[in-house]
């Protein structure tokens, strides 16, 4: 099974701020990697598929990068309704499988 | 717009089955593949598995040996049993869609999850 570790595993910012979260297969999964926001009591919702594909409506601050084992999810501009937890997900070998998660707070 | 609505009993007694039903609304269940995927409170997503509308499926190797999953085109609904259940299946359960064309492979449309309990 490919393990995906995720970075930090928290993350406390203020409004404006560019926020990163890594994420790290433990083999190389192409680009076949997707990004996902929860929001407390909610299901996820699908923000990144591809690595680097914004899905449809959803904001431009949102953009994801990276290939082979190194993605990176950012936020340009951190609003107040992006406090969520992120989890990165690999669809390159079955069973799928998700990163622990990064839970971000406003600082 | 596509909505997916879970259903099913929300205490399970363990050594018992859990039976859910994922119903697909304001859309066809065709050309998609539909999954069930779960979260422990506090914790993060596993991935259960996976149906076509054609029946075929995938099961995670975790669960595989008590997992069955089925699909009623007819109603538009897809249905989880995971048997010979214990407190470490207690989870919010969803039901998701997953959508794999152009490269692009994703779950793309959530149920709203549904809170499982397995306790005597």
């Known amino acids: 099974d490919i393990q995906m570790t995720q970075s930090p595993s928290s993350l406390s910012a203020s409004v404006g701020d560019r926020v990163t979260i890594t994420c790290q297969a433990s083999q190389d999964i192409s680009n076949y990697l997707n990004w996902y926001q929860q929001k407390p009591g909610k299901a996820p919702k699908l923000l990144i598929y591809?690595?680097?594909n914004l899905e449809t409506g959803v904001p431009s601050r949102f953009s994801g990068s990276g290939s082979g084992t190194d993605f990176t999810f950012t936020i340009s501009s951190l609003q107040p309704e992006d406090i969520a937890t992120y989890y990165c997900?690999?669809?390159?070998?079955?069973?799928?499988?998700f990163g622990q998660g990064t839970k971000l707070e406003i600082k | 717009q596509v909505q997916l609505q879970e259903s099913g009993p929300g205490l399970v007694k363990p050594s018992e089955t859990l039976s859910l039903t994922c119903t697909v609304s304001g859309g066809s269940i065709s050309s998609y593949y539909w999954s069930w995927i779960r979260q422990p409170a506090g914790k993060g997503l596993e991935w259960i598995g996976r149906?076509?509308?054609?029946?075929?499926?995938n099961y995670n190797p975790s669960l595989k040996s008590r997992v069955t999953m089925s699909v009623d085109t007819s109603k538009n609904q897809f249905s989880l049993k995971l048997s010979s259940v214990t407190a470490a299946d207690t989870a919010v359960y969803y039901c998701?869609?997953?959508?794999?064309?152009?490269?692009?492979?994703?779950?793309?449309?959530w149920g709203q999850g549904t809170m499982v309990t397995v306790s005597s």
């Open positions: 149906i076509y509308t054609s029946g075929s499926t």
């Open positions: 591809d690595a680097s």
């Open positions: 998701a869609r997953g959508v794999a064309v152009a490269g692009r492979n994703a779950f793309d449309i």
């Open positions: 997900q690999q669809y390159d070998n079955l069973p799928y499988s």
